[in-house]
């Protein structure tokens, strides 16, 4: 059982990516997700998350408006779609998910998620 995440590469600033992070060998769809970032040099941060249904989403003040975070249950993926970026948003981005039952609100402390993928290497260039 694993989370990969992918979509992750070099853009200039203005730009856009779409990272995803698909889940094998077991449905996610009854866990709320989230992704994070760690810079170099520093404390890995949240960046969004969504409810297990994906009717609820929450983001750090850094990205609102400019990241959107999404999910399609049937495929077992969840996706950040990141707009106008910026340098400061360059990072490498991992996808988390909270397994535990019952618990379906998005949340972004770190320690309430259970399960991270690899990470995705995301440079923003000015």
């Known amino acids: 059982v694993q989370l990969q995440a992918s979509g992750g590469g070099l853009v200039q600033a203005g730009g856009c990516l779409r990272l995803?992070?698909?889940?094998?060998?077991?449905?996610?769809?009854?866990?709320?997700m989230g992704w994070f970032r760690q810079a170099p040099g520093k404390e890995r941060e949240f960046v969004a998350a969504i409810s297990d249904s994906g009717d609820t989403t929450i983001y750090a003040d850094s990205v609102k408006g400019r990241f959107t975070i999404s999910r399609t249950n049937a495929k077992n993926t969840l996706y950040l779609q990141m707009n106008s970026l910026k340098p400061e948003d360059t990072a490498v981005y991992y996808c988390?998910?909270?397994?535990?039952?019952?618990?379906?609100?998005?949340?972004?402390?770190?320690?309430?998620?259970?399960?991270w993928g690899q990470g995705t290497l995301v440079t923003v260039s000015a």
């Open positions: 988390a998910e909270d397994r535990i039952e019952l618990r379906v609100g998005p949340v972004s402390d770190q320690y309430e998620y259970n399960h």
């Open positions: 995803s992070c698909a889940a094998s060998g077991r449905t996610f769809s009854y866990s709320r």
